[in-house]
């Protein structure tokens, strides 16, 4: 059994993970990181980085090193019903500057960055092949952790341990931290395409129980997000590549050429969805970050970046915590404080769009699009909407006469008491 001894523990290199261990070897604190994959992940996720996100890997001096051959800047989304016809646009360019837009990676360009970034620090220990075991702990304290590493048996002395390590973490298993975890009915098949068609600007259509996302991406190519139930994608691809296309041409037949160019399922992943809840995310000596403490469903547009701020909180706290030597749950918890209003406001948000998006109640799909025209008339409200969706919102967008007026239930009585005054 080996034994070794570190300030922080981190469990899983993933959103959150790798983002801490990199923050925190930029403030000098030796960190460890145990990942249970056996190296960098490969498989087809693109990335969407909201402008929250970018502001953190601006700070780590990542943002503007990300290869220009594998990012793509977008600033118009349009929502649009099944068929085609426009609903709503948002467009990032009305948010401040120089975060005013969203940025579209190639699969795993981002996370590769910070990845690659961390192998530089040497303050830092990047473990891949890791397995995490159990905690130890001294009079009801968390002191360090156990795991298995290839053959190996390792013992680590940790002040804090970070469970960063997904939906179904072990270490907040292993807390004894109760969660509400609940996998929604519908997952996502995710594709990237050639832009037979060259498209600049993202699309998102929804119907009776049917969503499809179009977004632009590097070289060429286009990213689809497809809602399909869960469980099914083994039965998507048994039904063939062609029935795939002529549903999705279904929704958009303007885009025709491009579903043509999906040749291999290779091209192709499922995307599960889920949400937890808990009721803390800290313990003495312990703290959960990103889906181990709060996964949300990916209508918020926010799972990958709301685990990328936590990170950056946290790293902000440790080092008082270092230099009081004071790794109580008490202190700990101010991080959680920060951080659990705009991760329940979204999670809630996300549970609002899920009801509404995929529905196949006609009632509720014509109150949607009603929405979405309104948004569309409306600049007040659609900010919000926008602003929310980039990260930068830590309250609710709407408020009850918000919604009554989005629904069209009533005037927006904002806009006609500038038009009164002659405010455009």
Partial sequence: ????????????????GAVLALALAQKGINTIVFEQAPGPPQGLRGEILQPNGQHVLDR???????????????QK??????????????????LPPPYNQAVVTLPNVA?????????DESSVSLRYRSAFTGLLRENGRVVGLTVKQGEDSVTVKAKVVVGADGAFSKVREALQIPADLHLYPQGYLIAIVDAAVPISEAKYFVGKRTILGMFPAAGNKVYLFYMIKSGSYDRVKEQGIAALQESWVAIDPASEAIFRTLTDWKQTAFMPTGRVRTPTWVADGAVLIGDAAHAMNPHASQGRMQAMVDAVTLADL??????TNDYSAVILK?????RRPQVTMLQQLADE????????????????????????????????????????????????????MAAGLLPDYSIRDRAVRGIP
């Fill in 77 to 94: 989304f349009h929502f649009c019903r099944v068929g085609g016809e426009r609903l709503c646009t948002v467009d990032y360019s009305e």
């Fill in 318 to 323: 440790l080092p008082e915590c270092l230099a």
């Fill in 353 to 404: 769009q899920v009801l509404f998006w995929n529905t196949a109640n006609p009632i509720i799909a014509f109150l949607r699009d009603r929405v979405f025209r309104t948004l569309d008339r409306n600049a007040r409200l659609r900010y919000r909407v926008l602003s929310t969706t980039a990260g930068l919102r830590k309250e609710p967008p709407f408020g009850l006469m918000d919604r009554l």
């Fill in 111 to 119: 996370h590769h960055a910070i990845l690659n970034a961390i192998e």
């Fill in 334 to 338: 101010r991080y959680e404080d920060v």
């Fill in 1 to 16: 059994m080996v034994t070794e001894e570190t300030d922080i523990a981190v469990v899983g290199a993933g959103g959150g």
């Fill in 60 to 74: 780590l001096g990542l943002l503007g090193r990300l290869p220009v051959e594998s990012t793509r800047t977008v």
